[in-house]
């Protein structure tokens, strides 16, 4: 039987969501929660793969299991033994051949940034020390769907198959004086697109690139034309739809 978990959790002391060699993972540490409740081996597969710092108000991996599992008790059992950076709200059957990864139909993420310092958003927003144009980053976010290909925003050396991506959302979104957030959604992400979109976006917010240049960058499909990697402890995995 497959089962779907729901979750979510703060990315600070982790490397990313995917198992690694050199530090803690997330799903290093919900399988092994989740092997040590169930008494057998267990190998979650996630909807994708946050990076170092990055975190999730909703991730969903799913198990295979030969024996029935009450959901809502394994929920709570979790919670019980899971660090209190990772919470579970519910562990529920699914059909056989729905995938975590595969059957997503969009993401999305936001990106926080505030321009006064604030102890209470350093840890998961990004401070800037200069003035932005969110008007004109706006209106270069709006460009980024009329594209599909995204290699410009893709980390060099990525072992991928495709730079393609459909996006059907991007704003900015101003939550209170100097402080937004950029919402984005899409059918998949490159690896490290958001931060990178993100940072490319500012340099047009600083005047530093126009709108034509903002096009050229997409249309030029290299990453060396982009903006730098935003930080990653502001990035959130908001939502997932199937």
């Excluded at 800037?128 to 980024?144: I, Q, R, W």
């Excluded at 240049?213 to 402890?233: I, L, Q």
Aim: net charge neutral; aromatic share 12%.
């Amino acid at each position: 039987m497959r089962y779907f978990v729901t979750f979510s959790y703060d990315g600070t002391r982790y490397h990313g969501w995917q198992i690694q060699p050199n530090g803690i993972s997330v799903q290093e540490v919900l399988q092994q929660s989740l092997s040590t409740l169930l008494r057998t081996p267990i190998e979650v597969t996630g909807a994708g793969r946050t990076d170092a710092g990055v975190h999730a108000r909703m991730m969903v991996a799913h198990f295979d299991t030969e024996v029935p599992v009450d959901g809502p008790l394994l929920a709570y059992k979790l919670n019980r033994l899971l660090p209190r950076d990772i919470a579970v709200s519910r562990v529920e059957p699914v059909a056989a051949d729905l995938h975590a990864r595969f059957s997503a139909i969009s993401r999305t993420y936001h990106y926080y940034v505030h321009q006064r310092k604030n102890p209470f958003l350093s840890f998961y927003s990004c401070e800037l020390h200069y003035p932005l144009d969110f008007n004109k980053m706006n209106e270069a976010a709006e460009v980024l769907m009329q594209y599909d290909d995204f290699g410009a925003f893709c980390k060099s050396h990525t072992d991928v198959k495709t730079t393609l991506c459909r996006v059907t959302e991007a704003h900015w979104v101003q939550t209170a004086p100097g402080e937004w957030y950029f919402r984005i959604t899409a059918n998949r992400f490159l690896r490290n697109m958001v931060r990178a979109v993100v940072g490319t976006l500012i340099e047009v917010g600083r005047g530093r690139l126009t709108l034509d240049d903002f096009r050229r960058v997409v249309e030029g499909k290299r990453r060396t034309e982009a903006g730098e990697s935003m930080p990653g402890n502001a990035l959130f995995l908001e939502e997932i739809i199937y």
